[in-house]
């Protein structure tokens, strides 16, 4: 095919449409295949290397937004705590317990 590509009297390349669409589908493959070959995906396990990333990222999502929460939850108990122990201590004097 490449072959049929003319230049023209410039030294420009003449090429239709189709020839165009098919240079830029082969050089993206070609682009893909070096990029995966570079990250280290370009075998037959790489499906289960991008599942298990995946799982990975939503597993450390989960933890880190549950930490969030027990830390949000860790304040409220502390502040809690301290205002009821203020609380007592003020009216300790007033309170008799058995």
Do not use: Y
Not at 40 to 45: A, I, P, T
Not at 60 to 66: G, Q, V, W, Y
Not at 69 to 76: A, G, P, Q, T, W
């Amino acid at each position: 095919m490449w072959s049929k590509i003319k230049k023209s009297d410039e030294g420009e390349f003449i090429i239709t449409k189709c020839e165009l669409e098919l240079l830029l589908e082969q050089a993206s493959k070609e682009g893909a295949k070096k990029a995966l070959t570079e990250l280290g995906l370009h075998d037959e396990n790489a499906p289960t290397d991008i599942r298990d990333l995946r799982e990975l990222l939503r597993a450390f999502r989960m933890a880190s937004r549950d930490s969030f929460r027990i830390l949000v939850k860790c304040i409220v108990i502390g502040f809690v705590t301290i205002l009821t122990a203020g609380f007592i201590s003020l009216l300790g004097d007033h309170i008799k317990l058995k």
